[in-house]
């Protein structure tokens, strides 16, 4: 089994920036992917990036390229997100994921692990 928890959301003013950052513990296993996703309340829960564990590969949604930046530190087990220049459709959940297969990185139903979620608020 796999551990995941988020930490680092909060209640920010639209153009501020807020890090994300999601640990990874538990049974050892070749992760090939982690992803971040939110989700705002009535709406469905959608990719916002993702990163192939080995290559660094990553993928952004539309809505936040240029804004966010996926990273992950292989040492620590650790997968961040930075966003910069946030805006209030950002306000969502914001959860953590890991996938046993790059195949489906962009899709809920790519990815096995999932953390508890952080709340991010913009306020405009």
């Known amino acids: 089994q796999v551990q995941l928890v988020e930490s680092g959301g909060g209640l920010v003013q639209a153009g501020d920036s807020l890090r994300l950052s999601c640990a990874a513990s538990g049974r050892t296993f070749r992760r090939y992917a982690m992803g971040w996703f939110r989700q705002a309340p009535g709406k469905e829960r959608d990719v916002v990036a993702a990163?192939?564990?080995?290559?660094?590969?990553?993928f952004y949604a539309d809505s936040v390229k240029g804004r966010f930046t996926i990273s992950r530190d292989n040492a620590k087990n650790t997968v961040s997100l930075q966003m910069n220049s946030l805006k209030p459709e950002d306000t969502a959940v914001y959860y953590c994921a890991a996938a046993l297969s790059y195949t489906d990185y962009d899709r809920p139903s790519g990815y096995d692990y999932w953390g508890q979620g952080t709340q991010v608020t913009v306020s405009s």
């Open positions: 990163i192939h564990w080995s290559t660094g590969t990553t």
